[in-house]
């Protein structure tokens, strides 16, 4: 058995550096690190089929690049989503995309949504998790606790004690929502909830609203929301963190807007910024990547002959419904959401996925930082962290089977012009 300490775990976005594997001939497992995601997603095995599968039927690799560009290239509204790989698999997929004139988004980009719609209208002020763990002296922490989609977030960067605080140790205070059984375990004294009967008044809308109605001074001095609202002042650096794809009800864009809108006053008079968390299987990555390729967010189509950006016309969930050949990249976990659409689907995900109804074609693709390596951005988007490889099973990236469909198409518009079509 082979040990290997200090691996990048590079699924929920915290980017933690720690996980510690075991590999023998049967797989790999990893020892208990505190995270459920990569306790479990880590478990790999190495006895699983490679194949290609054509409507459930095990094909070579090479016919089912023929079909899969044989798809795409009949299709008249075509959509590349999931997204989940690495950089260069995202950066693959941007290049079909512009060459068969597809729709791009990522399986998680609700989340991003709901924060860049604010990000749009006011700007922001965010910092890093680095500030976080290093400078932060108040957290407070909007409505569900994060840790239920980031599970090591309170141990790795709010645990530690201050580098920059003067000492003062730090409060980690909760507004909207509880803390998690295992967030008290973790933080111990630290964790407080606000001091509010929020029985009768659930609303995080309101909530915030009421915050910053009490950092104008206009809230009687003996209420609990005045008395946060003077600690939120009277911290030396106070970070507003919030998970933005946790928040129920219509229009989570608004309580992020009341959010921004509160740091904002807070940031006049003392340190203050927010840390928006979003980002599982590199949707950070994503959006970048697809910046640096078109200039615009995710939620970019080339139908139109260039880039072209619009969040709702251009979200999965509603693009699925239309398209006629849908291209799904699930590249770190062996789950998939339901695709109900009625045209074909061409899968990219680990051979481990179940998945029903089949899709038309389902191609096995390796998990970067398992299979092979790969750069993943963290949560906080200043960070690009490489994956290295931990196994080999014979399964190709999606940078590899994207390129061959490239491939495949430039040989076939030769093919065309030499015939003279």
Not at 156 to 165: I, Y
Not at 260 to 288: E, H, K, M, Y
Not at 381 to 407: E, F, K, T, W, Y
């Amino acid at each position: 058995m082979t040990f290997h300490p200090d691996i990048l775990c590079p699924f929920c976005g915290l980017g933690c550096g720690d996980i510690r594997i075991d590999r023998d001939q049967s797989g790999i497992a990893p020892r208990p690190s505190g995270c459920p995601q990569a306790d479990r997603l880590f478990r790999r095995s190495m006895a699983v089929p490679t194949d290609a599968r054509l409507d459930g039927a095990a094909i070579p690799m090479d016919d089912a690049i023929a079909e899969a560009v044989r798809l795409l290239g009949s299709s008249r509204a075509p959509l590349i989503a999931g997204l989940t790989a690495d950089v260069e698999g995202v950066l693959a997929a941007l290049s079909l995309a512009e060459r068969i004139g597809a729709t791009v988004d990522h399986e998680r980009s609700d989340a991003l949504f709901r924060n860049m719609a604010v990000l749009r209208r006011f700007g922001w002020s965010v910092t890093t998790l680095a500030e976080l763990r290093n400078r932060c002296d108040l957290v407070l922490v909007v409505g569900p606790d994060p840790a239920a989609a980031f599970p090591r977030l309170w141990e790795r960067w709010v645990v530690p004690e201050p580098a920059f605080a003067g000492g003062n140790g730090r409060s980690v205070v909760f507004l909207g929502g509880e803390p998690l059984p295992e967030t008290v375990r973790c933080l111990g004294a630290r964790v407080e909830t606000s001091g509010l009967d929020t029985g009768a008044e659930t609303d995080l809308a309101t909530l915030v609203g009421r915050l910053r109605t009490a950092l104008a001074g206009r809230l009687a001095a003996g209420d609990p929301m005045a008395a946060l609202a003077t600690r939120l002042r009277s911290a030396r650096y106070a970070v507003v963190v919030w998970a933005a794809g946790l928040f129920e009800g219509p229009q989570p864009d608004l309580i992020v807007e009341g959010l921004v809108r509160l740091i904002r006053t807070v940031d006049g008079t003392t340190r203050c910024a927010g840390l928006p968390l979003s980002g599982a299987d590199n949707l950070i990555g994503a959006n970048q990547a697809c910046g640096w390729r078109t200039g615009f967010p995710l939620r970019t189509g080339f139908d139109g002959g260039g880039p072209l950006h619009d969040p709702e016309r251009f979200d999965w969930h509603s693009r699925l419904r239309d398209a006629d050949v849908t291209l799904w990249i699930s590249a770190f976990r062996p789950e998939t959401p339901p695709l109900t659409t009625g045209g074909s689907v061409i899968m990219l995900a680990p051979p481990e996925t179940i998945v029903a109804p089949e899709p038309v074609l389902f191609i096995p693709v390796g998990t970067p930082g398992i299979d092979h390596p790969g750069d993943v951005f963290r949560t906080d988007g200043v960070v690009a962290l490489h994956a290295g490889a931990l196994i080999d099973r014979g399964l190709p990236s999606v940078a590899d089977v994207i390129g061959r469909m490239l491939a495949a198409i430039g040989q076939n518009a030769e093919t065309r012009e030499a015939a003279g079509c």
